[in-house]
Each structure stands twice: as C-alpha cells, then as structure tokens.
C-alpha cells in the first residue's frame, strides 16, 4: 500500500487517479474502489498536513546542509535565503497529492475497512454507472 500511495496511487485498488480530479481538487471518493476519502473520520486531514509538514521541512534542511557544504566557508546568506524561500514553496505543491495519499496507506494499514466501509463503497460504484 505504501508504495503504491508514494506514487499518488490509490493505496487500496491501485487506480492511477485515485481520488483527484487534478492536482490539487480532490472528489470524495476514490475512482476506481469508491473508498471515502476521509472515511468518515473526523479531523482526517490532519494526519495528511503532518506528513506534508514532515516532509517538506526534512527536504528543506536537506538542502540548506548541502548548500551550506558545498559553499562553505564563504555561504552566500541572502542568495541561500531566496533559494530556500523558494523551495519552501515550492515543495509542498510537489509533494500535496502524495502526502494525501501516503497518509490514506497508513489508515488502511493500521485501521482496515470493515464491511460496512466496503459496501459504502461498493455501493458508490454502482451508482456512478
């Protein structure tokens, strides 16, 4: 599930889509599996914002240490800020859709569907046709 999710997969079928109608609107149910995106729970989101906050401040310490190595002992400060300011916004629009989906493979594997979970989605399926 993990490594179908790192690749903006549904991490329950697969579908390349999963739920996303583009890169950043999202449906409410996944295309191919009708799986709820927020299955329902409460405060859903947060485990996704926590995982994009993860990652995006260990991407941008990443690269402030490599920059600072490479340009050390004389670091460029204001050059190395834009640099950094820039990539501060730029990593979260690269990484959103993953980080959406990554945390939907944590809660399956640590929370499964129960039936009625599946046939909710099941059901969904039926009704788009």
Request: proline content about 5%.
């Amino acid at each position: 599930m993990i490594r179908r999710s790192l690749l903006r997969h549904c991490p329950r079928c697969g579908n390349h889509r999963a739920w996303f109608t583009n890169w950043f609107k999202q449906s409410d149910h996944c295309i191919g599996c009708g799986i709820k995106r927020t299955r329902d729970t409460n405060g859903h989101e947060l485990g996704s914002i926590t995982i994009a906050s993860v990652v995006n401040i260990t991407l941008i310490v990443i690269a402030m240490g490599v920059a600072i190595a490479l340009t050390a002992p004389d670091v460029p400060v204001l050059t190395l800020y834009i640099v950094l300011a820039s990539a501060a916004l730029i990593f979260p629009i690269l990484t959103w859709p993953m980080t959406h989906t990554v945390w939907m493979a944590i809660d399956l594997i640590v929370r499964p569907m129960s039936s009625g979970e599946a046939a909710d989605a099941q059901a969904w399926l039926e009704n788009q046709s």
